[in-house]
């Protein structure tokens, strides 16, 4: 290849991270400060015009924060991949911004449950009725903020190794007046020793170890309620080979495994779940569930 092939190729790949910054610049303005004059707003405007001039339609600004999170998780991961290249993987980061942006991401994750339940009568009414929602993982607290505001007859807990994310999780979950809703733990999946305690539970696939997923599944087996349901989540496959070429860098790199639905399927199968179903593909985040026997 020559360099002017190599320039060409970097130049087309520049035009799609200038237009999700912009995307994200527009997004920011709107949460922040709507009315705000600034020469290059009819320019931010238009790009996100050409990128598609209903992008908007019937978004919520709650929505539209959640895709700012995105958008802002986005380049702190790149930003970190392009500056720490060859750092072990894992998800340890004391970057408080990017503990916050990846929280608000994972906001999304309770509308793809709700989603999902909307299909699965008995999900929908495990959400509705009196019981304890386990989020593994919590960060900084924002997937069980949500997770309260969705399902109000939900006691929830968090776990999280990361003093950090928890302690910033504190504050959140007080900023939102949830304290009596939402319970903290400092401890591992690997640690949990709860017993019959929770009628769902939720872990994030893309930053769970390969080699820790079986003793995953089993405690939380062991936690939850007969009838009660796990959700293992999984970052959505896509038609595109760079997409998922992606997909899977970033996985490895946050300290998961690139899990395909049928391994997961197999794997709670064999830690003894039944109603084992996913989400539909071609979705940002896939669900894998599977249900505690009753008896």
């Keep these: 290849m020559t360099l002017e092939a190599l320039i060409s190729t970097t130049q087309r790949l520049q035009a799609s991270v200038e237009a999700l910054a912009a995307l994200g610049a527009e997004l920011q303005i709107r949460r922040e400060n709507p009315a705000a004059e600034m020469r290059m707003r009819q320019y931010l405007v238009e790009v996100v015009r050409r990128i598609d001039p209903h992008l908007f339609d019937g978004v919520t600004a709650d929505q539209e924060a959640i895709a700012l999170g995105v958008i802002q998780s986005t380049f702190r991961y790149a930003i970190d991949l392009l500056e720490n290249p060859t750092r072990a993987p ?6 408080t911004a990017m503990i916050q942006s990846q929280g608000q991401q994972s906001r999304r994750v309770i509308h793809a449950i709700n989603g999902f339940a909307a299909q699965r009568p008995d999900l929908r009414q495990t959400l509705q009725q009196p019981g304890a929602f386990l989020d593994v993982g919590s960060g900084a607290g924002w997937l069980v903020i949500e997770a309260a505001r969705s399902w109000p007859a939900l006691h929830s807990v968090g776990i999280d190794p990361w003093e950090p994310a928890q302690d910033l999780a504190r504050a959140n979950i007080a900023s939102a007046g949830l304290q009596g809703r939402i319970e903290l733990r400092r401890q591992r999946i690997e ?16 930053f769970l170890p390969r080699e820790i997923v079986p003793s995953a599944l089993e405690r939380t087996f062991r936690a939850l309620r007969p009838d009660g349901w796990i959700v293992f989540g999984l970052f959505g496959a896509t038609p595109e080979p760079l997409s998922d070429a992606l997909t899977a860098l970033r996985i490895v790199r946050n300290g998961g495994f690139p899990w395909t ?4 399927e197999q794997q709670l199968q064999d830690r ?9 593909p071609g979705l940002p985040t896939l669900l894998v569930i599977g249900r505690k026997p009753s008896g």
């Design 261 to 264: 639905t049928t391994e997961l």
């Design 272 to 280: 003894g779940f039944t109603q084992i179903d996913s989400s539909p």
């Design 191 to 206: 640690e949990l020793t709860d017993e019959d305690e929770f009628t769902l539970a939720w872990l994030p696939g893309p």
């Design 90 to 95: 894992g998800w340890w980061c004391a970057d």
